[in-house]
């Protein structure tokens, strides 16, 4: 098998770290998530490390402030023969080998994708959550949000029983179990045998071959946007705001999002990465009385009872469920 190697800008200054996987293209989000999570944590306990392999990344000299960990990860091949969407690098499973390239200097890994807006949360304390006897630690996909009962697309083409399924644009990694319980090549090795009949990338790949051994956190921490859920999301001002499919702050055609996120991300870009274009035009937001605003409150209306039901498994946002079993810090 292919042998990882690892190459950064600067050495590790502490044992955990939040990791975000990009190219160029990207670097602009990840960046811009990195910055607020820096505004969080002024005396922070944790690296911020951006991670590349087949794609190269620079970061502008003018964000040295924030001390970006810039990591080149030699993946050498490791992904060959998995599913891949066209247009896209190898660089997208990256993250299934972060645990494994940073096994030295890094006790805890929590993966961010680019992708997400950040407004609050102590990100140092979801760091250090107990989630064993866990490998890692992530929010229900939002399509087991309101039923949680729902077998996945993926797991029908398998064959697989229902469970408990999670989106992987958040994830808590523990690095010595992670490793211990051999993830990446688990996760390898069903991703190339079935390479034809799989969908997305590594969420699948995890869900798979995990089915349901993780431990499920708050969404608080991974709120997967959609316009069904707009203004539960109000309401709850979760952590961290994830733009699950083709809706972006910078790609609203509809006007489905609040246009302070794309303010905010345009501010950073146009300070940070001037030479970018892609938020030159600011999408206004829903009108009052339009047929999707009118569509959008009668199904949070059908919606309600369910989604407390869900948020109510957390009574806090540092809860973490384990197989079944509660776990509140401190209590």
């Not at 697309?153 to 408990?164: C, G, H, I, R, V």
């Not at 699950?244 to 501010?267: H, Q, V």
């Not at 199904?299 to 948020?311: E, P, V």
């Amino acid at each position: 098998m292919p042998q990882l190697s690892l190459s950064a800008s600067g050495p590790a200054a502490f044992r955990k770290a939040i990791m975000f996987c990009c190219d160029q293209n990207y670097l602009v989000f990840a960046a811009h998530a990195a910055s607020q999570i820096a505004a969080l944590h002024p005396e922070r306990d944790f690296d911020i490390c951006i991670c590349y392999d087949e794609r190269p990344v620079a970061i502008p000299a003018a964000l040295d402030h924030l001390n970006i960990r810039l990591c080149y990860v030699k993946t050498d091949g490791l992904f060959e023969g998995l599913r891949l969407d066209r247009g896209k690098s190898h660089d997208v499973y990256l993250r299934l080998a972060l645990p494994a390239a940073f096994a030295d200097e890094y006790d805890r890994i929590l993966y961010l994708d680019s992708d997400i807006f950040i407004q609050g949360g102590d990100f140092s304390a979801l760091l250090d959550l107990d989630i064993a006897p866990h490998a890692i630690a992530a929010v229900r996909d939002n399509t087991q949000w309101r039923t949680p009962g729902r077998k996945p697309k993926q797991f029908k083409s398998l064959n697989l029983k229902a469970a408990p399924y999670f989106n992987a644009g958040v994830i808590l990694m523990d690095v010595a179990r992670y490793n211990e319980q051999g993830l990446l090549n688990r996760c390898l090795a069903l991703g190339k045998a079935n390479a034809d009949i799989m969908i997305r990338h590594d969420q699948n790949l995890y869900n798979a071959v995990l089915q349901g051994d993780w431990a499920e956190i708050s969404p608080m921490w991974n709120w997967q946007f959609t316009w069904s859920s707009l203004l539960f999301a109000m309401q709850m001002e979760p952590h961290l705001v994830h733009f699950i499919g083709k809706t972006k702050p910078w790609k609203d055609p509809k006007g489905e999002l609040s246009p302070r996120f794309a303010n905010a991300m345009k501010a950073f870009s146009d300070r940070y990465f001037p030479e970018l274009d892609m938020f030159q035009s600011v999408n206004k937001p829903l009108e009052p009385n339009s047929g999707k605003m009118r569509k959008m409150l009668l199904k949070h209306f059908l919606s309600g009872a369910k989604t407390q039901r869900y948020l109510s498994r957390f009574p806090d946002d540092l809860t973490v469920i384990k197989s079944g079993r509660r776990s509140n810090p401190g209590s």
